[in-house]
């Protein structure tokens, strides 16, 4: 179950349900970023990314520029925040490119990216970004194996 366009309080709501009723169900977030770091309020606050992580469930993190901040070191404060929270089996990317689909509804996020991350031909360029602050063993389970590992527990 998919918790990024949810209200904090349904988000709650979603994950009392699964414990109250035992269920078997792994939360993400695809596209979400850490509140703490960049106040919006589609970003996740502390309680909901700790639950998500609990649960077994992956966060991945989301390149829009309304969520993530302004500048490049803003997402390795989001990543770095994650991995303070216990997300070192949890976190990967989200970024949430549009594929040139047109958005009129979203044009005032615009510009919807920072410059030189706005599309996947991006990712060597921001892996780089990454290993100033992370291990190359972390950079490998933010690049894929987290969220493989996350995928290969959803068909088990």
């Known amino acids: 179950i998919d918790l990024s366009h949810t209200s904090v309080a349904l988000a709650h709501d979603i994950l009392n349900y699964i414990h109250k009723k035992g269920l078997d169900l792994l939360p ?6 850490f ?3 960049h106040d919006h309020r589609r ?6 990314a700790k639950e998500i992580f609990a649960l077994g469930g992956v966060v991945g993190i989301n390149f829009i520029r309304a969520f993530i901040g302004d500048k490049p070191e803003d997402f390795v404060r989001h990543f770095q925040h994650g991995l303070s929270l216990g997300g070192e089996e949890a976190l990967c990317l989200g970024a949430d490119f549009f594929g040139g689909i047109p958005l009129p509804e979203i044009d005032h996020l615009k510009p919807f990216f920072q410059k030189n991350y706005e599309n996947s031909s991006c990712y060597p ?15 490998q389970k933010i690049a894929h194996e987290n969220a493989l590992s996350f995928l290969r527990r959803l068909k088990n």
């Open 43 to 48: 970003n996740l606050p502390d309680a909901i």
């Open 125 to 139: 360029a921001f892996l780089e970004l990454l290993s100033s602050s992370f291990t190359p063993e972390q950079i």
């Open 28 to 33: 993400m977030a695809s596209h979400s970023n």
């Open 35 to 37: 509140r703490l770091i």
